[in-house]
């Protein structure tokens, strides 16, 4: 099974959360921590190429350096160009700049963000 479809087997019932990009970005990291997937979370701006308008956002890096964001369409819902998911930054009109941040959260937290999803 590749990567990207563990990653997407394991944030599945989770990527419909009404959380913001920071909190979902601690909940990923949590689960890909749990499953030992190689990753760092940012918090920083995206925008669109071309457009001066940033946007405060978080989001996950995996070591090949494809993104996991599933709140990119939360500034741009009617863009079918932003990418959505797990993606690699190319394939997507949106510019991401920002710096690596531990967003691990405790076991418990993470049951109040995800209220018990799993």
Request: aromatic share 8%; charged share 25%; proline share 5%.
């Amino acid at each position: 099974m590749s990567i990207v479809r563990r990653i997407r087997e394991i944030i599945e019932p989770y990527i419909n959360l009404p959380l913001d990009s920071y909190c979902m970005t601690k909940v990923l990291t949590h689960l890909l921590t749990r499953e030992s997937i190689p990753h760092a979370a940012y918090i920083g701006t995206i925008r669109v190429r071309d457009d001066d308008s940033l946007m405060p956002h978080s989001w996950i890096c995996l070591g090949s350096g494809q993104i996991v964001d599933f709140r990119s369409g939360t500034w741009l819902q009617d863009d079918p160009s932003i990418a959505h998911g797990v993606f690699h930054p190319d394939e997507s009109s949106l510019v991401y700049e920002g710096v690596d941040v531990d967003l691990s959260v405790s076991q418990v937290l993470f049951d109040v963000l995800t209220r018990k999803a799993e």
